[in-house]
Nanobody
């Protein structure tokens, strides 16, 4: 609990950009993978992107890969989600999560062991 802290959410106009950050408070092992998910009101939590800490492998939701980019900063124990050309449908709470022993970068909620508290992203017209 409290291992992951998301930041960077806020209110942005459609077409704008935001960069979310997920900082881990504990040591990150090479077996870890990070995932970003989002949940809009009344909808299920859905996969956005994932990154393997060792090797930097990435995976994206097909519908988002042209606008979103996941990256990491080893020195800061932080994973980022750069979101460009934001649309009204991107409005959601964005969550960061850790899979402590990944083999394939998971796209399901159940693939991840620890979760942050989420950060709200609101896109306005």
């Amino acid at each position: 609990q409290g291992q992951l802290v998301e930041s960077g959410g806020g209110l942005v106009q459609a077409g704008g950009s935001l960069r979310l950050a997920c900082t881990a408070s504990k040591y990150i092992f090479s077996t870890y993978a990070f995932g970003w998910f989002r949940q809009a009101p009344g909808k299920e939590r859905e996969f956005v992107a994932a990154l393997g800490w060792s090797g930097g492998y990435t995976r994206y939701a097909a519908s988002l890969k042209d606008r979103f980019a996941i990256s990491k900063d080893n020195a800061k124990n932080t994973v980022y989600l750069q979101m460009n050309n934001l649309k009204l449908d991107d409005t959601a709470i964005y969550y960061c999560a850790i899979d402590t022993n990944w083999i394939d970068l998971g796209t399901s909620v159940g693939d991840y062991d620890y979760w942050g508290q989420g950060t709200q992203v609101t896109v306005s017209s």
